[in-house]
């Protein structure tokens, strides 16, 4: 069975930093891109950040540059998401997708993932 689960999210002040994990089962992730979408109320949702299969390659969206860092460690099974100097317009549910064929940026600007997680929130408010 296929799983992606998302943690380490929930509510931190400005300024603070969270990071993300998303640990997955069920397929062999060194064959995946992997991407971070986020997805406020009323919003579309957006990529944030992707990262090619063996972790050499990243794409970060123009709001998260610099302050966001994508990782993976293939061996657990698990990709990264450290967020530092948060602000409160990064409040947004928060999920990991993977994507077999897609390359790196184009699965961020119009995903079309095999898989998705069911997404954790991030809250930024004082």
């Known amino acids: 069975q296929v799983q992606l689960v998302e943690s380490g999210g929930g509510l931190v002040q400005p300024g603070g930093s969270l990071r993300l994990s998303c640990v997955v089962s069920?397929?062999?992730?060194?064959?995946?891109?992997i991407g971070w979408f986020r997805q406020a109320p009323g919003k579309e949702r957006e990529g944030v950040s992707c990262?090619?299969?063996?972790?050499?390659?990243?794409y970060y969206a123009d709001s998260v540059k610099g302050r966001f860092t994508i990782s993976r460690d293939n061996a657990k099974n698990t990709v990264y998401l450290q967020m530092n100097s948060l602000k409160p317009e990064d409040t947004a549910v928060y999920y990991c997708?993977?994507?077999?064929?897609?390359?790196?940026?184009?699965?961020?600007?119009?995903?079309?993932?095999?898989?998705w997680g069911q997404g954790t929130q991030v809250t930024v408010s004082s």
């Open positions: 997708a993977a994507d077999l064929f897609t390359p790196v940026q184009a699965m961020c600007i119009r995903p079309t993932p095999d898989y």
């Open positions: 069920g397929f062999t992730l060194d064959y995946y891109v």
């Open positions: 990262i090619s299969k063996s972790g050499g390659t990243t």
